[in-house]
């Protein structure tokens, strides 16, 4: 089946510092990709919709300016966490489906990064 | 969109069938009942997805009875691979491929 791979599995940051998570389809191209957060023993929380080449979709409560999302490929969306806090600690989640796809059998998720914020 | 209400968790020896119960009172017509599966550390992955009746695959079974407004995630013979959080989602046809909105999930404890 079709992959969608995140780069990287974990990183630990200092307090201060940008990480740069990358997402990628393998096999398939994608126009829209979505980028989740979920801290320990909680549910997924989408965060945005990125849209290859315009401006992400933010969902309510979430900053634009501190998730930096680009989609600058039909197979590629990046997710930067600008000035990392130990609160931005968690396990982020892309997935992504191919052009025209209109099932959920068809959505696939990455395998996760999580993130540590010294 | 449709919220949805399943139990937090479930325990469950090998070689048992585990049902999980969702209800989505509030489940529009247009509306598909979708289930995923994660581990621990790993993205979700997709079950199985179904409007009516009963839907069969090689991993799972759904049953939807005709009102619509709950269904039943079977998963037969359970091995200690099985343990997982299980999410059901109610998405609308037009969402397909798209966002979801994830609930609370029901974290299943498979012993031996």
Redesign the interface.
Known sequence: GAV?S?HPSWVICKSGTSVKIECRSLDFQAT?M?W?RQFPKQ????MA?SNEGSKATYEQGVEKDKFLINHASLTLSTLTVTSAHPEDSS?Y???A??IG????????????T?LSVL | LAKTTQPISMDSYEGQEVNITCSHNNIATNDYITWYQQFPSQGPRFIIQGYKTKVTNEVASLFIPADRKSSTLSLPRVSLSDTAVYYCLVVPIYNQGGKLIFGQGTELSVKP
């Open positions: 969608v995140q829209t979505f989740y549910s997924l929380m989408l919709t396990f989640i892309c997935s489906s191919p796809s209109a099932t959920n059998e068809k959505l696939f998720f990455g395998s996760g999580q």
